[in-house]
């Protein structure tokens, strides 16, 4: 199976940064997209943030010039940098990620979820 374990939340003020983490172990053979998804309170999930194997990414545009997506392949782990957060970015925020496993089964998980919260 595969695992996610997320890291890099928390609290913050308006206007400052958090960054996120997730990495990805478990029988794994190759990872494709990599991604980030947020979820706040009476709201559906939404999509922040996508990065392709080959490095292509995909912004909400809500986020676009505030938040940058990166990934480390040697590690298998995922990096949401974000940058002059706002009250409304406060939310459970999730990574997925999409993985050919060592069966050849292809798939995507998603972690269990960082709790965001900015204070305004």
């Known amino acids: 199976q595969v695992q996610l374990v997320e890291s890099g939340g928390g609290l913050v003020r308006a206007g400052g940064s958090l960054r996120l983490s997730c990495a990805a172990s478990g029988s794994i053979l190759s990872i494709n997209t990599m991604g980030w998804y947020r979820q706040a309170p009476g709201k559906l999930r939404e999509l922040v943030a996508t990065?392709?194997?080959?490095?292509?990414?995909n912004y909400a545009d809500s986020v676009k010039g505030r938040f940058t997506i990166s990934r480390d392949n040697a590690k298998n782990t995922v990096y949401l940098q974000m940058n002059s957060l706002k009250f409304e970015d406060t939310a459970v925020y999730y990574c997925?990620?999409?993985?050919?496993?060592?069966?050849?089964?292809?798939?995507?998980?998603w972690g269990k979820g960082t709790l965001v919260t900015v204070s305004s």
């Open positions: 997925n990620v999409g993985v050919t496993r060592t069966d050849y089964y292809r798939t995507d998980y």
């Open positions: 990065i392709t194997s080959g490095g292509s990414t």
